[in-house]
């Protein structure tokens, strides 16, 4: 499994994070940034890595902002992603079994580093469950193909 990885200035310590956690896991993983404190926009770096998942260079991508909001509604206008904006291991096991989601998106304002790493952990090792799912996400496909 590949991970693209990348936040704006307000998830660079928990970016850290999950990097490590990402290094743990034995997973490939690139970091597409950004490095710094000062103010950046989201979309600068949410989108690019929403394409590079979207056009399968990576299986799936963690993005990090203040509250993971703005990462996720830009990543989300990206064909083919499903981005879930996710606080709590529960619905990070969900959004994979039920919604297959392929980004995910984190604040690191909302959470702490230790429930990121839970999260992370449990959204990349749970894998989608198909069944009565499936249909559910092949009308958001067809929808996507129809307008976007």
Request: charge should be negative.
């Amino acid at each position: 499994m590949k991970i693209a990885l990348a936040s704006d200035h307000g998830g660079i310590h928990l970016r850290e994070e999950i990097r490590s956690l990402l290094e743990e896991m034995g997973l490939e993983y690139e970091d597409f940034g950004c490095d710094c404190e000062t103010s950046v926009d989201y979309p600068d770096y949410a989108l690019p890595v929403a394409e590079k998942v979207a056009n399968g260079e990576f299986d799936k991508g963690i993005l990090i902002c203040g509250t993971g909001i703005g990462m996720s509604i830009a990543a989300n206008k990206v064909k083919g992603i499903r981005c879930a904006l996710v606080h709590d291991v529960f619905s990070a096991k969900a959004t994979r079994e039920h919604n297959d989601s392929n980004m995910l998106a984190m604040g690191e304002r909302v959470i702490g580093a230790g429930l990121a790493r839970e999260i992370a952990k449990e959204w990349l090792t749970t894998e989608y469950a198909g069944g009565r799912h499936a249909n559910r996400l092949n009308k958001i496909t067809e929808f996507e193909n129809k307008h976007l």
